[in-house]
T-cell receptor
Framework: DTAVSQTPKYLVTQMGNDKSIKCEQN?????MYWYKQDSKKFLKIMFS???????INETVPNRFSPKSPDKAHLNLHINSLELGDSAVYFC?????????????FGPGTRLTVL | AQSVSQHNHHVILSEAASLELGCNYS??????LFWYVQYPGQHLQLLLK??????LVKGIKGFEAEFIKSKFSFNLRKPSVQWSDTAEYFC??????????FGAGTTVTVRA
């Protein structure tokens, strides 16, 4: 059973398009995250939701909008895609807010903007 | 803002060699420390963690890490690596807030 799943795994699109990435966790966790991993493999937190409430919103362009319809899902919608948005996006979940909580990661979505 | 530094970008070594990966952080208060690993084609997964107590912690697959508070360091070690240890290794720090800050990662390549 996949604990944290993301769709799609690969996403290739043109500049200016709008796209969404979906994330689901079946671990019963109450907190979910989105991370961006750039070409140098540096992982940076973008958003975090706890019980469907936005907890962390790092300095991310407002073209990025997360949505959490329920505790098991956290989707990421990106408007007007730019070349610099090309990266691997990881979803993660944990029971409890970051702190001492182990985070479980999804397989990543490799986004390529042409 | 806290930062996490991993000094080695890419480490190449032979099987049975010893491995040590450096990790330093900049936050001065109480921290929670983690090492995550990403094997080729797999998810990031937790290798080990330190919250308090014995500063030498043991994780999965024979890895251990030592927390040295005075040096703001949490170095990862393994006495004898195997080919299957080829992976990306990420140090991460939580400063008792809601965020986990990651280092830039170290690519470890173990040659058979």
């Amino acid at each position: 059973d996949t604990a944290v799943s993301q769709t799609p795994k690969y996403l290739v699109t043109q500049m200016g398009n709008d796209k969404s990435i979906k994330c689901e966790q079946n671990l019963g966790h109450d907190t979910m995250y989105w991370y961006k991993q750039d070409s140098k493999k540096f992982l940076k937190i973008m958003f975090s939701y706890n019980n469907k409430e936005l907890i962390i919103n790092e300095t991310v362009p407002n073209r990025f909008s997360p949505k959490s319809p329920d505790k098991a899902h956290l989707n990421l919608h990106i408007n007007s895609l730019e070349l610099g948005d090309s990266a691997v996006y990881f979803c993660a979940s944990s029971q409890g807010l970051a702190g001492r909580a182990e985070q479980f990661f999804g397989p990543g979505t490799r986004l390529t903007v042409l | 803002a806290q930062s996490v530094s991993q000094h080695n970008h890419h480490v190449i070594l032979s099987e049975a060699a010893s491995l040590e990966l450096g990790c330093n952080y900049s936050y001065g208060g109480t921290v929670n420390l983690f090492w995550y690993v990403q094997y080729p084609g797999q998810h990031l997964q937790l290798l080990l963690k330190y919250f308090s107590g014995d500063p030498l912690v043991k994780g999965i697959k024979g890895f251990e890490a030592e927390f040295i508070k005075s040096k703001f360091s949490f170095n990862l070690r393994k006495p004898s690596v195997q080919w299957s240890d080829t992976a990306e290794y990420f140090c991460a720090v939580n400063a008792n807030d809601y965020k986990l800050s990651f280092g830039a990662g170290t690519t470890v390549t173990v040659r058979a």
